[in-house]
């Protein structure tokens, strides 16, 4: 039996607030704080519950940081196919690009050829710096 999930005024403002930034993701606090500096503040816990609804709904993913068990929550889009491409994750502003790059499927072919190993590109985040944020420090 499917559970029914209803849009409370909590889940609307989330779901806007990370819609309308669809090329980032956030932490519960930076969703929260982001709810907290737009209007009514919402408590942290309906955040987490919130959220765990909308990623159960598939309207979130979420992927782990180079933290160790700390995660980041993002909007997908209706065209968004994440499974199969890997991910640029600005350390700086939160930017995160959706990268399809044929270069990066031979690396990925090369890693399995050359080093027995598959690279799971649904979970593959590159961390560096956008070009704003990195702006004299990009070095090719």
Not at 31 to 47: D, R
Not at 91 to 103: A, T, Y
Request: glycine share 8%; proline share 2%.
């Amino acid at each position: 039996m499917e559970r029914e999930y209803y849009m409370t005024a909590h889940k609307k403002r989330i779901l806007d607030f990370l819609s309308q930034h669809e090329d980032n993701h956030f932490s519960i606090d930076e969703i929260t704080a982001g709810l907290s500096g737009s209007g009514e503040p919402v408590p942290k816990s309906t955040v987490y519950r919130q959220v765990s609804q909308l990623l159960q709904q598939g309207i979130v993913r979420r992927f782990e940081t180079a933290k160790r068990n700390r995660f980041v929550y993002q909007y997908v889009s209706g065209s968004d196919d994440c499974d199969h491409h890997f991910h640029l994750k600005c350390v700086k502003c939160g930017l995160l690009i959706h990268m399809d790059c044929r270069e990066l499927k031979h690396v990925q072919h090369h890693v399995i050829e050359s080093h027995a190993f598959i690279i799971g590109s649904d979970r593959s985040v590159i961390y560096g710096a956008c070009t704003h944020c990195g702006k004299g420090n990009i070095q090719p």
